[in-house]
């Protein structure tokens, strides 16, 4: 076994040694007291405070490092350096007289530097609970005073500057509590009168105006653009239902005329076939005039023609003998009335009796032959006056009753047309009649239709001829 007694004394010192340095450190660490960063420590007890504080004090305030306090000897007690806020509520009245009420808020602290620091442990240090009320105190005598020089529109309008002035007027003060302001704001003016309410009123209702104008006015924007956006709809939309109305129409119109093609190309040949048929009438219409131009009308007017040559003839030889035979008696009676008187002369020495009896013979032959030849010159002047009055009274009635007369003439003519209508009859040497009686009535009906079929076209010959012969007497008469 080892002989551990030499070393003893060395482990003595060394557990000795080891004891006084872990006494010496829990010493150390419980006498060594070191400051926060926002605090102050305040030690007081043999010891002298520094040049700062000397003055009328003897502690020492250690800020941001450590300072040995011996127990018993010494006190250390902390001083909180952060922040504080206090609540302003502070009724006042302004130069005119008005009631208001001010709140703000009040951010502070007790200084950095050591105679703040020192101010602030001589009055809080231990109550600092008393700092909010005293910072009250403060800014409200303050806040009155100035709030009672300004307006309350000033106030509105400056709140920063209301805010500058009560900090400076309250600085001297502050410092001498130890507190410096940090901050200092006016959140909010009361007003119980409602002064400030009526102030903004008009301001008020200006801005509700302008805001209605406003309003109206994007309103009847508004109004305006959706009624040009409904113009260019409906204006779509009528082009829309015009484009669809006429490809419809065409589409209707290309199937009504496919429809009719057929039909309508029907109907132009039947009018074409209508036309020629027309044409073809019209021409034998023509022909039928021509004919009965040649056959009917100008027979008619060459006869008319001789019937009123041998009337002018008759009437002028008619005229001729009455004055032939008017001549002739008055030569006669000439002859005689000179025979007389050369009878007369003759014979003057024959008796009274002869005499009175010769001029008796010659006026009874004068009176004779005058009466002879009025007798004459009457009965031509009647035939005269007669065929003046046929002719008037024929074209009266060709003017009032044109189809009578030319019923009459046809009427008188009708033998002679029936003549005509025989005519081919004639040339026939031999005939054979079939049905016995029956054929031959069949036969003369047939020749007396040809003739009534050339009736109406010889009337309207007639008609033309007669309107010929007046219009052409007309610019004569």
Not at 6 to 31: C, N, Q, Y
Not at 138 to 158: A, C, N, W
Request: glycine share 6%.
């Amino acid at each position: 076994m080892p002989d551990f007694a030499p070393f003893f004394p060395l482990i003595a010192i060394s557990l000795g040694v080891l004891f006084a340095v872990g006494f010496i450190w829990v010493a150390t660490k419980l006498m060594w007291k070191v400051a926060e960063p926002n605090e102050a420590l305040i030690i007081s007890g043999l010891t002298r405070g520094t040049l700062e504080t000397r003055e009328g004090m003897d502690f020492k305030i250690v800020t941001g490092k450590g300072a040995l306090v011996l127990p018993g000897l010494q006190t250390v007690r902390p001083l909180s350096l952060t922040l504080n806020e206090t609540e302003l509520k502070v009724s006042c009245v302004t130069s005119q007289g008005i009631q208001v009420i001010v709140e703000g808020v009040v951010i502070y602290k007790i200084g950095d530097a050591p105679p703040f620091i020192a101010n602030a442990a001589r009055r809080f240090l231990g109550q600092q609970p008393k700092m909010e009320s005293q910072v009250y105190n403060v800014f409200e005598g303050h806040l009155r005073s100035i709030i009672g020089s300004m307006t309350v529109e000033e106030i509105i309008r400056e709140r920063d500057k209301l805010a500058s002035q009560v900090r400076s007027a309250s600085g001297v003060e502050m410092e001498k509590l130890g507190l410096v302001v940090d901050s200092l704001q006016i959140k909010d003016l009361q007003d119980p009168t409602g002064y400030i309410q009526n102030i903004a009123k008009p301001h008020i209702a200006q801005v509700k105006m302008e805001a209605r104008i406003a309003e109206a006015t994007r309103n009847r924007e508004a109004a305006e653009k959706e009624a040009e956006a409904a113009a260019l709809i409906a204006d779509a939309q009528s082009v829309s239902a015009i484009r669809q109305s006429v490809a419809q129409a065409n589409a209707e119109r290309a199937r009504a005329n496919a429809a009719q093609a057929g039909p309508l190309a029907e109907a132009t040949a039947r009018q074409q076939v209508v036309v020629q048929e027309t044409e073809v009438a019209k021409l034998e219409a023509d022909r039928e005039e021509q004919k009965l131009q040649t056959s009917i009308r100008k027979p008619a007017d060459a006869k008319a023609y001789a019937k009123r040559t041998d009337a002018e003839g008759q009437k002028a030889a008619d005229i001729s003998a009455a004055e032939a035979l008017a001549r002739r008696t008055e030569l006669e009676a000439q002859a005689n009335a000179r025979r007389t008187e050369l009878q007369a002369q003759a014979n003057a020495t024959a008796a009274a009796a002869a005499a009175g009896a010769t001029k008796v013979t010659g006026e009874a032959e004068a009176a004779a032959t005058r009466a002879k030849g009025d007798a004459a010159a009457s009965a031509i002047k009647a035939k005269a006056l007669a065929e003046a009055d046929g002719i008037k009274a024929r074209a009266e009635a060709l003017g009032t009753n044109q189809d009578a007369v030319i019923s009459q003439q046809l009427a008188e003519n009708m033998p002679a047309i029936i003549a005509a209508a025989a005519e081919p009859f004639s040339h026939v040497g031999q005939m054979t009649v079939l049905n016995g009686g029956e054929g031959v009535n069949k036969m003369l009906g047939g020749i007396l239709a040809q003739a009534g079929d050339y009736l109406p076209a010889l009337a309207s010959a007639l008609r033309k001829g007669e309107d010929t012969k007046r219009q052409a007497k007309a610019p004569g008469a």
